[in-house]
């Protein structure tokens, strides 16, 4: 994720107080990150002072890319095991409820707990180690310094996160599947139908020949493989006069086709002065991310409009978009041997493994997947 994230921070009324809330909301903002704090979700409420707080909240977590639940132990809960009786101090109870809301809405990995060293954390978030099953960060309410160090952890974690090292991503990639519930939106499905429907059908016959002039059909033209370039333009903000403006500019690029399974498959292209051939395409189906996140957030929840809400929505699913269809087309080659074993089952084996070789060679060493849409292609 090349944007800073944006966080959303629940707290109690006496962490305000004491400071410890703003500290750590200042030092993330610092390191350039987005906060906002829970109170803020409902400020563009009809009536503020009769608020549906759940639906609101559960409309409005998703939007983010992480929750910081500062849980302070100031609170005392009796507790029976068996025969004996203990005191404990413990989080506030909405916080608590607030926790599992935002795992649900953001995934495990990328909920936060900030919390003093007394205040007792329910089974349900201890991982089977007895330590906490979501990243938990300590302070000294006694020590403003603790503040401070707290939130420099938090940004570090953030930051390792979101980092590009491939050691961390391949980490975060095989866990999240495990650690990470369904969120809410439609980019991974959209991802999975585009690598499928246009980026395998694509190259799958590309080596037999390439219409350079998509109604001609007598322009086909044959390339070899290591000739043939794909370019995927996603971009980084997104709305319907940007489809607009990506719609224009594909206009003044070429226009070709390539034989495919049930249909061809049409796309844009530029030739090179070394005989090579650069496709490039703008996944427009993208627009459903755009729509639906447009749905979910007019869902009635007593409040007005909220752009801000959006557009960090749209942001979040357009690098799920980018990140799905990146481990679809991973190395590992499984999506696009399965898709081709199970979907060209009239074809003999050893078509079957050429296809798969083909695509994977294109996929491997001259597909690019460019996240800034900035970078436009030359026309």
């Not at 975060?172 to 599947?177: G, N, P």
């Not at 957030?297 to 942001?315: I, M, N, S």
């Not at 050893?350 to 997947?369: K, Y």
Request: proline share 3%.
């Amino acid at each position: 994720m090349n944007r800073k994230a944006n966080v959303v921070i629940f707290s109690s009324g006496i962490t305000e107080q004491n400071g410890i809330l703003q500290v750590v909301r200042d030092g993330l903002e610092m390191r350039g990150h987005q906060c906002m704090g829970w109170r803020e979700l409902f400020s563009n409420a009809n009536d503020s002072h009769n608020i549906a707080l759940l639906p609101m909240l559960i409309k409005k977590i998703p939007t983010f890319d992480y929750a910081l639940l500062i849980c302070e132990g100031h609170d005392k809960t009796s507790m029976r095991r068996g025969k004996m009786s203990r005191e404990y101090f413990t989080m506030r109870d909405n916080v608590l409820f607030e926790i599992g809301l935002c795992c649900m809405g953001i995934g495990l990995s990328r909920v936060m707990l900030l919390t003093d060293h007394d205040v007792r954390l329910p089974e349900d978030l201890l991982g089977p180690d007895g330590d906490a099953a979501i990243p938990r960060f300590m302070y000294d309410a006694k020590i403003s310094e603790s503040y401070r160090k707290a939130y420099q952890d938090i940004a570090t974690y953030m930051e390792l996160m979101d980092s590009t090292s491939k050691a961390l991503s391949d980490y975060i990639y095989k866990t999240q599947d495990v650690l990470d519930p369904v969120v809410v939106g439609s980019a991974s499905a959209i991802a999975c139908s585009y690598a499928t429907n246009f980026i395998l059908r694509l190259l799958e016959h590309i080596t037999e020949g390439i219409y350079l002039e998509a109604n001609n059909p007598a322009s086909k033209t044959v390339f070899d493989l290591s000739k043939i370039y794909v370019t995927i333009l996603i971009p980084e903000i997104f709305s319907p006069a940007e489809i607009e403006e990506s719609r224009h500019l594909f206009e003044q690029l070429n226009a070709g086709a390539v034989d495919a399974r049930s249909r061809r498959v049409e796309f844009r292209y530029a030739m090179q002065k070394d005989g090579s051939i650069h496709i490039y395409d703008y996944p427009t189906n993208i627009v459903t991310a755009y729509t639906v996140s447009k749905i979910i957030l007019g869902l009635y929840a007593d409040d007005t409009e909220d752009a801000d809400a959006q557009e960090r929505f749209v942001a979040k699913e357009l690098d799920l978009f980018c990140v799905s269809l990146k481990r679809l087309l991973g190395k590992d080659h499984q999506f696009i041997a399965y898709t081709i074993q199970n979907f060209y089952s009239r074809e003999t084996e050893e078509i079957r493994n050429t296809i798969i070789e083909r695509i994977s060679d294109v996929v491997d060493h001259r597909l690019e997947i460019r996240t800034a849409y900035g970078n436009r292609p030359d026309v």
